[in-house]
């Protein structure tokens, strides 16, 4: 553990007013545009199919070495009642839809938090117009952010402003938490359901 006395400065190279994000260069998310459920399959697929199509649709978004999508979270999903059950071990397209969204929303959602939000989505919308209007709003909000002028666009050459990185931390968290507390959640409740479970297990 470092002593309150450590000295802590951060780095040179990061002392810079401004990030370059060059090392983000690559696919624009600036212009990405998702698959709309009409072009989804529309015939049923095994778990290995849909695990390699939700993968190429979601792959942009994950970190190096990350897998978005496994047969086994897939039937995690199942069995926690996130995505409907396969028919006949085949999945169709709303398996697919239902995947896809929740591969992008678990990187800042529980999967409880997203069932809540699914189930939100699908009272305004049947699945085709919910899963459209989800991608819709993400491709818009990307485009937004992830253009020219925040250097993430294409080759992303152009510097990001130090001080723009922790305003979108600031909104990121004020946005979660206004979410979490309108579906009824608290920071952290998820946590102890799950150290909650891990104990009853240890007694047993």
């Known amino acids: 553990m470092v002593s309150p006395s450590a000295d802590t400065t951060v780095p040179s190279s990061l002392d810079a007013p401004e990030v370059v994000a060059a090392a983000l260069a690559g696919p624009s998310l600036r212009d990405l545009a998702l698959p709309r459920y009409d072009s989804l399959p529309s015939f049923g697929i095994y778990v290995d199919q849909l ?52 591969c992008i929303l678990k990187k800042v959602f529980s999967l409880q938090e997203i069932s809540q939000l699914i189930k939100l989505q699908k009272t305004l919308y049947d699945s085709g117009a919910a899963y459209d209007a989800f991608v819709d709003s993400l491709e818009k909000d990307l485009a937004q952010l992830f253009d020219d002028g925040a250097g993430l666009g294409g080759a992303a050459t152009k510097p990001v402003n130090g001080e723009l990185l922790v305003q979108r931390g600031v909104s990121t968290f004020s946005n979660k938490l206004f979410i979490q507390m309108t579906l009824g959640s608290r920071p952290g409740d998820q946590d102890k359901v799950e150290s909650g479970t891990k104990k009853a297990k240890r007694k047993k």
């Not at 086994?72 to 397209?93: E, T």
């Open 51 to 102: 695990v390699s199509i939700v993968n190429d649709t979601v792959g942009l978004f994950a970190m190096q070495d990350e897998k978005p999508l496994t047969a086994a979270m897939v039937n995690n999903y199942v069995k926690q009642g996130v995505i409907p059950p396969p028919v006949k071990k085949k999945y169709g397209r709303n398996h697919i839809a239902y995947v896809i969204v929740v």
